[in-house]
């Protein structure tokens, strides 16, 4: 499967997705997004990443930009929350995920590491195939 993935998206991703087997990035410039296939964008976010996106309200925008364009959109976060460095409050992003949950109906799901984040998002771009057919 061939997913077009942010030129900006680190090259380690590349390797990873070898390792996963059966995804392949075409990397290019995006406008929204990290990885797209078809009508899914997906938004990789490491989880001090996530924080500060939150603090300086980046993932707000990012959000609505996401909505404009695809019809399916997921934020996948890599790391544990009580792993973060950042001094943002646990409840915080808490709240923010709730948020984007109810409000945006975009569905927020957080993983180990960046190998399962590789394998979340090929089922998931598998999964909207599959309904595709």
Same mark, same amino acid.
């Not at 290019?28 to 996530?50: H, P, Q, S």
């Not at 404009?68 to 992003?93: M, P, Q, W």
């Given at each position: 499967m061939k997913v077009t993935c942010d030129d900006r998206e680190p090259k380690s991703m590349d390797m990873i997705? $070898?390792?996963?087997?059966g995804i392949e990035f075409e990397r290019?410039? $995006?406008?929204?997004? @990290?990885?797209?296939?078809?009508?899914?964008?997906?938004?990789?976010?490491?989880?001090?990443?996530?924080c500060a996106s939150i603090l300086d309200d980046r993932l707000t925008n990012q959000v609505a930009?996401?909505?404009?364009?695809?019809?399916?959109?997921?934020? $996948?976060?890599?790391?544990?929350?009580?792993?973060?460095?950042?001094?943002?409050?646990?409840?915080?992003? $808490?709240g923010k995920m709730a948020s984007i949950l109810?409000?945006?109906?975009?569905?927020?799901?957080?993983? @180990?590491d960046e190998f399962q984040l590789v394998y979340l998002m090929k089922r998931i771009f598998e999964r909207h195939q599959e309904e595709l057919k």
């Open positions: 997705a $070898l390792t996963v087997g290019k410039r $995006l406008k929204t997004g @990290d990885y797209v296939l078809g009508n899914v964008c997906i938004e990789r976010k490491a989880i001090d990443d996530f930009k996401m909505k404009e364009s695809f019809e399916h959109i997921y934020i $996948l976060v890599a790391g544990r929350i009580k792993d973060r460095t950042s001094d943002i409050h646990e409840n915080c992003i $808490l109810v409000k945006h109906k975009v569905s927020i799901i957080t993983v @180990d």
